[in-house]
């Protein structure tokens, strides 16, 4: 087992890269619609970017307080995830319909 300052780079460094590729994912995805065409499923984007957003800000709330760090961590996690489930929902829709070319929301 690694000591807790060792153990807290490796969750930041693993958090962070997962971060960096769901906002590569998300944003293939969010140049792929429009949002004249699209506004639900951009607006789905947006709140996936800002669950990333707030991973981030726990991540730098981990650094800070190392006594609440596996709190923060455990809040990073669920904000990635949730950006994960979103990216994934929105990847399926583009698969199986296309972009913004072939989807048109009404409502």
Request: overall charge negative; glycine content about 4%.
């Amino acid at each position: 087992m690694y000591p807790a300052a060792i153990r807290t780079t490796i969750l930041f460094v693993e958090y962070t890269n997962r971060i960096q590729e769901v906002r590569s994912r998300l944003g293939a995805l969010d140049v792929s619609l429009s949002v004249e065409r699209t506004p639900y499923i951009k607006s789905q984007l947006t709140s996936a970017r800002h669950s990333l957003d707030d991973a981030e800000s726990a991540l730098r709330h981990a650094a800070a307080d190392h006594s609440n760090a596996a709190m923060w961590y455990g809040f990073a996690d669920l904000q990635i995830q949730y950006a994960v489930q979103i990216v994934e929902k929105v990847h399926e829709v583009v698969d199986t319909y296309g972009g913004s070319e072939n989807l048109t929301e009404f409502g």
